[in-house]
């Protein structure tokens, strides 16, 4: 069973810096893109960044020039690192994974549980 297993979330204050994240757990044939998402309290859940396999990046354009994105494939490990924060940077971030589990299996999206980031102005 795949899992994704979050970390690195936590309380920081503006203008600080915190590094999230992602381990791909269990079985998987093989991983496409790799991202990140978070919802704030009232609003939709939106991209913050995503990679491919070929190590292409997108952003969304509130957290370009602060934020990155990496991958280290041989560790099935999505980072995103995020620097000068923004009280608007609090929600809860979710890790997103395009993969299948099988060679037999369609590609699909698997989603970790969430990790709060709080950003105290």
């Known amino acids: 069973q795949v899992q994704l297993v979050e970390s690195g979330g936590g309380l920081v204050q503006a203008g600080g810096s915190l590094r999230l994240s992602c381990v791909v757990s269990g079985s998987i044939f093989s991983i496409n893109a790799m991202g990140w998402y978070r919802q704030a309290p009232g609003k939709q859940r939106e991209l913050v960044a995503d990679?491919?396999?070929?190590?292409?990046?997108n952003y969304a354009d509130s957290v370009k020039g602060r934020f990155t994105i990496s991958r280290d494939n041989a560790k099935n490990t999505v980072y995103l690192q995020m620097n000068s924060l923004k009280s608007e940077d609090t929600a809860v971030y979710y890790c997103?994974?395009?993969?299948?589990?099988?060679?037999?299996?369609?590609?699909?999206?698997?989603w970790g549980q969430g990790t709060q980031v709080t950003v105290s102005s």
């Open positions: 997103y994974v395009a993969g299948r589990a099988t060679s037999r299996d369609y590609l699909r999206g698997y």
């Open positions: 990679i491919t396999n070929g190590g292409s990046t």
